[in-house]
């Protein structure tokens, strides 16, 4: 099954982290992601640009649809990127986050199953 792997973070924190740091967690987040994909289990991986480049489309009470400039997340935490992986069960994503976190201090990392959704296309 796949599973999706939601890295949160303080964007605060991350974008005042010096090159060097970032550099750092990016080649240690690289060594994990070696790993899975020499055991063919990664799928596709992002880093998203901070929230000041986010656009977000809501719908407010009177059904306008409305664009408005940033995530306007409530949270403290911003989503900062996700990998795709291919896991087992629901132990084996767990046990593949907590690598991804020894990796990134500090960051949240939150599993989900991936269910296809594929218009006139049957899985099976």
């Not at 899975?36 to 649809?65: D, H, I, Q, Y």
Request: proline letters at 5%; one cysteine or more; a negative charge.
């Amino acid at each position: 099954m796949l599973y999706a792997i939601l890295c949160y973070h303080s964007e605060d924190v991350v974008c005042s982290w010096p090159k060097e740091k970032d550099e750092q967690i990016m080649r240690q987040l690289s060594e994990v992601n070696e790993k899975l994909a020499k055991a063919g289990r990664l799928g596709p991986v992002a880093r998203l640009l901070p929230t000041t480049a986010a656009t977000t489309l809501r719908e407010n009470a009177r059904e306008e649809k409305l664009v408005i400039d940033g995530p306007f997340a409530e949270t403290k935490e911003q989503l900062l990127g996700f990998f795709v992986i291919e896991c087992a069960d629901l132990d084996e994503a767990v046990d593949t986050a907590r690598q991804l976190m020894q990796a990134n201090d500090g960051a949240t990392y939150e599993i989900r199953p991936i269910g296809y959704f594929m218009p006139g296309v049957k899985i099976t």
